[in-house]
């Protein structure tokens, strides 16, 4: 015996809120802040729940509210993302793709540079440290054996008595 019948909506309300999240999806973001305007007015905690469904589902802040549906790439996400695949498609002007391809060498060139220059510098900043640290410990040697010899035993005395 069957508890459900043909004529029933498969999904029950979890199927609701989909097409209903669809719906929304459809007309922008202004229909998400309206139906969220209306829930506040009709019952503020459901108001409140559909703000923070908005704002956990990052509705409020996507360009367009059905681009995170289309598309889990995450490269997308940001409009950087998009541009940078372009960056290195010739744009057909030679003369530009000439200069662009000098600039990004000598871009290149540079960055190199400077991480070898900030290599060089972490490197006589750890030699600098380690030597006054070696100079440090060879006075505090140096010290501790003076204080040694400066207390000697009394003559006569035992090894181990003061």
Known sequence: ?????????????????????????????????????????????VGLALLAYMIWGRKMFARSCGQRRHSNDHSQDHSWGRHAMRAGQPTGNHAFDDYKAQALRRLEEEQEAFEAFLQRLRTSKDKSEFDSFMS?????????????????????ARPGEY
């Open 1 to 45: 015996m069957y508890l459900s019948s043909d004529t029933a909506r498969p999904g029950g309300i979890r199927n609701a809120f989909r097409r209903a999240e669809g719906w929304l999806d459809q007309r922008g973001k202004w229909a998400w802040i309206v139906a969220m305007v209306l829930a506040f007015i009709i019952f503020w905690p």
């Open 136 to 156: 440090e410990r060879a006075r505090a040697t140096a010290a501790a054996d003076s204080a040694e010899a400066a207390v000697k035993p009394e003559p006569g």
